[in-house]
């Protein structure tokens, strides 16, 4: 009897860390994010190159102007060798544009990716190889050269009556085509505070953001500043120990709070919903109005023995249908997004026709969510 007792409490003991455990699972907030997520510290960006530059070695797809060849020419005085212009006839130079993105706490000798676009006529740059090319910041300064051969992933070729092509041959990637030689000036932050840029503004997640960082350094260290941007005071102990502090911050969950929002595109019919979405009761009526119009020529030709000025002549016949489809009341409304979807499956409606719903629906303000049109 007592074996039994124990087995029983055994029983509810597991049952009851069971349901403790499904309700600190389903408590868990699910919209929480990383801070390092949802915002970026200032300063901490990346930086566009840009310069120009000559591909070399094509199979005659090069530039027919004398951009390209006059840039040969000036690269061959740089390095004595004297040529005159009109002398080098040549379809096996392309001038290019190349542009690369520094990233954050660039390192000389750090190698990035380029990307070389023709701005001549040059059909393709398949099988080039871009010459050493500087490449300089919006302040004038070079940091970093750019060489190597190029990548247009497809190709393209011709005949005297048919061509094929895939992709897009006029531009390319140089795989780690681009090496550092300048850093960047950076400094991160003034010393004594640092800021938080959010990717999206918002005055509730920027509060959440401030609170979280005090939570975990036990202080008033951080207060926002706008709905855009947190400020966050050093604490001594991290004082000449930034990165520490930073990674910590990063490592925070903040509940990111989203606004009710629908967005369209009616190009494609594609529609996308915020779980905050919400619909009030409404009853909701749809139907298709289909019109076909045919068009037929008919022929009306002169009996044997009508007088010779009779002629053949067309008549136009017209046929017109239309088809209704017949709709009835259907109530739909949702305090959820599972509810929205629920209900407005529920129609059995095409994307597109669910378009024209929601824009009749946010018309009659039962829509509570922000309809944006892309």
């Not at 003991?13 to 929480?32: E, N, R």
């Not at 190597?148 to 092509?165: C, L, R, T």
């Not at 067309?314 to 088809?323: D, E, F, L, M, W």
């Not at 959820?336 to 946010?362: E, F, H, M, W």
Request: one cysteine or more.
């Amino acid at each position: 009897m007592y074996g039994k007792r124990k087995g029983k409490n055994m029983k509810r003991k597991i049952l009851y860390m069971f349901l403790a455990a499904l309700w600190c699972l389903l408590s868990t907030d699910v919209s929480a994010e990383r801070i390092k997520d949802i915002t970026s510290f200032e300063g901490v960006r990346e930086n566009q190159l840009i310069g120009y530059g000559l591909v070399v070695g094509l199979d005659g797809t090069g530039d027919k102007g004398r951009a390209a060849t006059q840039s040969i020419v000036n690269m061959l005085e740089r390095m004595g060798l004297t040529l005159n212009p009109n002398d080098i006839s040549s379809k096996n130079i392309a001038s290019v544009v190349i542009t690369a993105t520094l990233p954050p706490f660039a390192k000389p000798g750090i190698k990035l990716d380029a990307l070389v676009s023709t701005i001549g006529d040059a059909k393709s740059l398949q099988g080039g190889t871009l010459l050493l090319a500087p490449l300089k910041g919006p302040d004038g300064k070079v940091y970093g050269l750019a060489q190597g051969p190029v990548s247009i992933g497809g190709f393209a070729a011709e005949g005297e009556a048919a061509s094929i092509q895939k992709n897009h041959p006029a531009a390319g990637k140089v795989p780690e085509g681009v090496t550092i030689e300048r850093e960047p000036l950076f400094t991160l932050g003034n010393g004594n505070d640092i800021r938080l840029f959010l990717h999206k503004a918002d005055f509730a997640t920027a509060d959440g953001i401030a609170k979280a960082i005090n939570r975990a350094f036990n202080g008033n260290y951080a207060f926002p500043a706008d709905p855009s941007s947190v400020n966050v005071l050093i604490p001594e102990e991290f004082r000449g120990n930034v990165v520490t502090m930073i990674s910590k911050i990063d490592m925070l969950n903040v509940k990111v709070d989203i606004p009710a929002k629908v967005v369209i595109n009616e190009r494609t019919g594609t529609i996308v919903m915020g779980y905050n979405v919400k619909i009030s009761p409404v009853a909701i009526a749809h139907g298709s109005l289909a019109i076909q119009i045919k068009e037929e020529a008919g022929v009306s030709q002169p009996s044997p023995f009508a007088p010779k000025q009779a002629e053949t002549i067309v008549i136009p016949r017209t046929g017109i249908s239309v088809q209704e489809e017949k709709a009835r009341l259907v109530e739909v409304s949702g305090i959820s997004l599972g509810d929205v979807v629920r209900g407005l499956n529920s129609l059995g409606v095409t994307p597109r026709d669910l378009i024209s719903i929601l824009q009749a629906l946010k018309s009659a303000g039962a829509l509570s969510a922000v309809l944006e049109i892309i």
